[in-house]
């Protein structure tokens, strides 16, 4: 159980273009979900939160503009990278709790923006 | 100071040893604390949850809570090469965990 998937598991875009990332839990509701960035070799940088319905609150530094997130039922949310720059190539992860805190992470997106 | 501190290793133990892995926390009213394993390239794996003074075992791993000392650690048994990952500790005082930067563990055959 506990199951979440991402979609897609690796992506490469041009610059300026936007990328759509899912995160889904498969076999529970997922009352809040968590997005995260890792660059190589470094810690987990946790992005924003997001509950059901509830428009999703950011970490300071992140751009809530450029980083659309979206968790329109409670097994789905998405994280849209608007206007990508290489910069913004890294590992998003995804992850979801139902309530107990417990975090169930995706296995991920590598980003790669040419 | 960071709200949870790990050593960042790397940290290197023979095949069949005991690996000690700890973690401390600055916020006293964290009620939840976890132990997530990284393989390289992958996403975080949950490998332990702990809510209690104590500690708490399943299969080689022993998860150990001291709230008064504000530090919990992960015991790993008998280790062994595939347990060679990145480990992340993460504390939960309000809903939202706070990673560790993680400790680097090495099995060597």
């Known amino acids: 159980g506990a199951v979440v998937s991402q979609h897609p598991s690796w992506v490469i875009c041009k610059s300026g273009t936007s990328v759509k990332i899912e995160c889904r839990s498969l076999?529970?509701?997922?009352?809040?979900m968590f997005w995260y960035r890792q660059f190589p070799k470094q810690s987990l940088m946790l992005m924003a939160t997001?509950?059901?319905?509830?428009?999703?609150?950011?970490e300071q530094g992140v751009e809530k503009d450029k980083f659309l997130i979206n968790h329109a039922s409670l097994t789905l949310s998405t994280l849209t990278v608007t206007s990508a720059h290489p910069e913004d190539s890294s590992f998003y992860i995804c992850?979801?709790?139902?309530?107990?805190?417990?975090?169930?992470f995706g296995p991920g997106t590598r980003l790669t923006v040419t | 100071q960071k709200e949870v501190e790990q050593n960042s290793g790397p940290l290197s133990v023979p095949e069949g040893a005991i690996a000690s892995l700890n973690c401390t926390y600055s916020?006293?009213?964290?009620?939840?604390f976890f132990w997530y394993r990284q393989y390289s390239g992958k996403s975080p794996e949950l490998i332990m949850s702990?809510?209690?003074?104590g500690d708490k075992e399943d299969g080689r791993f022993t998860a150990q809570l001291n709230k008064a000392s504000q530090y919990v650690s992960l015991l790993i048994r008998d280790s062994q090469p595939s347990d060679s990952a990145t480990y992340l500790c993460?504390?939960?005082?309000?809903?939202?965990?706070?990673f560790g930067d993680g400790t680097t563990l090495t099995v060597k055959p």
């Open positions: 916020d006293r009213v964290s009620q939840s």
């Open positions: 992850s979801a709790s139902q309530g107990s805190y417990e975090q169930y």
């Open positions: 993460a504390v939960n005082p309000a809903g939202k965990s706070t």
């Open positions: 997001s509950n059901e319905g509830s428009k999703a609150t950011y």
């Open positions: 702990i809510y209690s003074n």
């Open positions: 076999d529970f509701q997922a009352t809040t």
